[in-house]
T-cell receptor
Framework: EDQVTQSPEALRLQEGESSSLNCSYT??????LFWYRQDPGKGPEFLFT???AGEEKEKERLKATLTKKESFLHITAPKPEDSATYLC????????????FGAGTTVTVRA | DSGVTQTPKHLITATGQRVTLRCSPR?????VYWYQQSLDQGLQFLIQ???????AKGNILERFSAQQFPDLHSELNLSSLELGDSALYFC????????????FGPGTRLLVL
């Protein structure tokens, strides 16, 4: 069965203090790794899709990278509005179309 | 705004009752997915429909069922509700059958008393 483990569970940052979130995965034939942002009580908001080891994608202060066993979400000079839960999900390379999600990392950025 | 809509936003009901949650996918998307999010289980995939047909099943209870209509909107029916069914229910949509990127709706918060 697919396993997606995110660490840390929670991260408290000072505004401007860069950090990284980790997503390690075990999946049979990775077809894609996804990062979502979720605000309390709201639906996950799509951020990135990564398909192969070595791939990187950036959006504003966020940068996602992928290796064969894990993905990192780097937050550079975060602002309070970056406070959210960041979810990682994997899609296996088969006829199974479901996303398997990790438990998420809750990031709090203090001004 | 992802373009996926869900109604109602909130639902409060009693044990043993039946409810229906509704989802309209983004314009042009043919696949609809249902997920359940509870505090102790995280986001769990329930079921996928593509162009009106069921295509994948996850951890969906027999008390739960879904369908996708010709206009592509979908409904998730939850029956014989139990306290443990209280959760956020999300619908997501994607363009095709094998499209990877799923866009989520705002969710329906279900509280079973």
């Amino acid at each position: 069965e697919d396993q997606v483990t995110q660490s840390p569970e929670a991260l408290r940052l000072q505004e401007g203090e860069s950090s990284s979130l980790n997503c390690s995965y075990t999946v049979s034939g990775l077809r894609g790794l996804f990062w979502y942002r979720q605000d309390p009580g709201k639906g996950p908001e799509f951020l990135f899709t990564l398909y192969s080891a070595g791939e990187e994608k950036e959006k504003e202060r966020l940068k996602a990278t992928l290796t064969k066993k894990e993905s990192f979400l780097h937050i550079t000079a975060p602002k309070p509005e970056d406070s959210a839960t960041y979810l990682c999900a994997v899609l296996r390379g088969s006829n199974d179309y479901k996303l398997s999600f990790g438990a998420g990392t809750t990031v709090t950025v203090r001004a | 705004d992802s373009g996926v809509t869900q109604t109602p936003k909130h639902l409060i009901t009693a044990t043993g009752q039946r409810v229906t949650l509704r989802c309209s996918p983004r314009s042009g998307d043919l696949s609809v997915y249902w997920y359940q999010q509870s505090l102790d289980q995280g986001l769990q995939f329930l079921i996928q429909y593509y162009n009106g047909e069921e295509r994948a099943k996850g951890n969906i209870l027999e008390r739960f069922s879904a369908q996708q209509f010709p206009d592509l909107h979908s409904e998730l029916n939850l029956s014989s509700l139990e306290l443990g069914d209280s959760a956020l229910y999300f619908c997501a949509s994607s363009v095709g059958l094998r499209s990877e990127t799923q866009y989520f709706g705002p969710g329906t918060r279900l509280l079973v008393l």
